[in-house]
């Protein structure tokens, strides 16, 4: 202290940095800059992925199966939804437009020695055909069992290209011949194109059977989500054909959408607070889309707004809530006037809404298996049709997975390392009962 040294400055410390601070370069300027907005992009970010994760584990039900990898599917699929919506929110188109060109197209599995796999159309309709080779049916010089499969995806999105795994793998393991079916997609080509072509091309397969190897008596329908409502609307319309084409053998309808009167079911309630990949407005919205696609009326369908001078219509005992819990009374119906405006009178159409059917016209139905998940809006659509079809007579099996969510059969299709136990166990169920 008070000893100076050579060259030293006597300006008090204070002074330099207080008084008369030094000027930031422009470098400086902008690298500070630069740091601010990282820090606000990074604060951001996190406060982002906290309020998503928040999200994303209080909407996830408590008895899913592998909660921690059923978190990663969401943690993808909730911002792939968001983007979507953005997408079709500025204008640039529909989402499932996005979603489709996004989507990849596998090769053909020509690497499996095991299938001899041919495109080709059946009147006019697309299909894929997976013929098992020197299948044990044929070894024996007795012809197969046949299969048609209709892909999920709300009658919006997919195709028998993305399907290709799961079909081949049925195929094989089945020892049947099976046709993936690719029906025109909605919006574009809305109710009942996709359904025209899936029955178009099951009676080509039907009436042609032989070509394939196939015994035209041994033939079934199989389906998931949408496809699951196209392979029961199908089965219907060849149930009540009088014409001379065989009966279908079997139907096997997985997560079924099944009708589109009642969105108030205690699945559809529970869908909107605990749900995985398949929230109530969005299947909704795929049901709009293929009626009409006026996405004006999602809030109305989603009250029950649409249908509300129905309740007490014998359309309504279609889905009364006795058939799912016995201890609540019935529906009693009346007189009512069916007066449904042009746009929305498809939804009592039965092969719109197989549940739509009338009594009687599920009696002819074939053996029938339905798979139903806990965690999925559509849960109740098929209990209430397995309950109906056994009142009418029908022999059928109800496999319900109480911890499985939508698509959970079908769910390493988007994302290969996303194979779910339980969706192992659906199919290995399908499978068993097609054999």
Same mark, same amino acid.
């Given at each position: ?7 030293a400055s ?33 604060l ?19 008895? @899913?199966?592998?909660? &921690? ?8 699929? %909730?911002?792939?939804?968001? %983007? ?12 499932? !437009?996005?979603?489709?060109?996004? &989507? ?6 020509? =690497?499996?020695?095991?299938?001899d ?9 697309? @299909?894929?055909?997976?013929? /098992? ?12 069992? &046949?299969?048609?499969y ?28 099976? @046709?993936s #079916? ?16 899936c ?23 199989v389906?998931?989500? =949408?496809g ?46 605990? *749900?995985?990949?398949l /929230? ?9 889309? *293929? ?10 369908? =989603? =009250? ?34 069916? !007066? ?6 498809? %939804? ?12 009687a ?9 339905? @798979? #139903? ?14 309950k ?7 022999? #059928? ?6 911890s ?30 097609v054999?």
């Open positions: 202290a008070g000893i100076d040294r050579v060259g006597h300006e008090p410390r204070w002074k330099k940095s207080c008084i008369f601070p030094a000027k930031n370069t422009k470098q400086e300027r902008v690298t500070a800059a630069g740091m601010g907005v990282c820090k606000t992009v990074t951001l970010t996190a406060v982002g992925a906290a309020v998503l994760a928040m999200y994303m584990y209080s909407s996830m039900p408590p008895e @899913v199966t592998e909660p &921690g990898k059923a978190v990663m599917f969401k943690a993808v699929f %909730i911002p792939f939804n968001l %983007i979507g919506s953005t997408y079709e929110a500025l204008g640039y188109g529909a989402k499932a !437009d996005l979603l489709r060109k996004i &989507g990849v197209r596998p090769a053909l599995l020509v =690497s499996d020695s095991h299938l796999i041919t495109d080709t159309s059946f009147s006019g309709v697309q @299909v894929r055909v997976y013929k /098992p080779r020197a299948g044990q049916e044929a070894a024996k010089g007795n012809k197969m069992a &046949g299969l048609m209709f892909h999920g995806g709300g009658w919006v999105l997919s195709s028998v290209y993305a399907y290709d795994p799961l079909v081949g793998r049925i195929a094989k393991e089945t020892g049947t011949v099976v @046709v #079916v690719e029906y025109r997609l909605a919006p574009k080509h809305k109710f009942p194109v996709p359904f025209e072509d029955i178009t091309a099951t009676e080509h397969f039907l009436q042609h059977a032989s070509e394939y190897g196939v015994d035209p008596t041994r033939i079934g329908v389906g998931d989500s =949408s699951g409502n196209l392979a029961a609307a199908v089965a219907l319309k060849l149930a009540q054909d009088k014409t001379k084409l065989p009966p279908l053998k079997l139907q096997a309808l997985v997560n079924p959408a099944l009708q589109a009167f009642d969105f108030q079911t205690p699945s559809y309630v529970r869908g909107h607070t605990h *749900y995985v990949n /929230p109530p407005k969005l299947m909704i919205g795929f049901w709009i889309k *293929y009626l009409n696609n006026n996405m004006t009326l999602i809030d109305t369908f =989603s =009250s029950n707004g649409h249908t509300a001078a129905l309740r007490k219509s014998h359309f309504a005992t279609y889905v009364d809530r006795h058939l799912l819990n016995d201890s609540l009374p019935k529906v009693t119906p009346e007189d009512v006037s069916i !007066d449904l405006p042009d746009d929305i009178k498809d %939804i009592l159409n039965p092969y719109y809404a197989p549940l739509m059917a009338e009594d016209d599920l009696s002819g139905l074939p053996n029938t298996y339905i @798979v #139903v998940c806990g965690i999925d809006v559509l849960r109740d659509d098929g209990i209430m049709y397995a109906r079809l056994e009142m009418a007579g029908v022999q #059928v099996k109800l496999a319900h997975y109480p499985g969510f939508h698509g959970i059969m079908t769910m390493n299709l988007a994302l290969k390392h996303f194979e779910f136990e339980i969706g192992k166990q659906m199919l290995q169920g399908v499978v068993a009962f054999r």
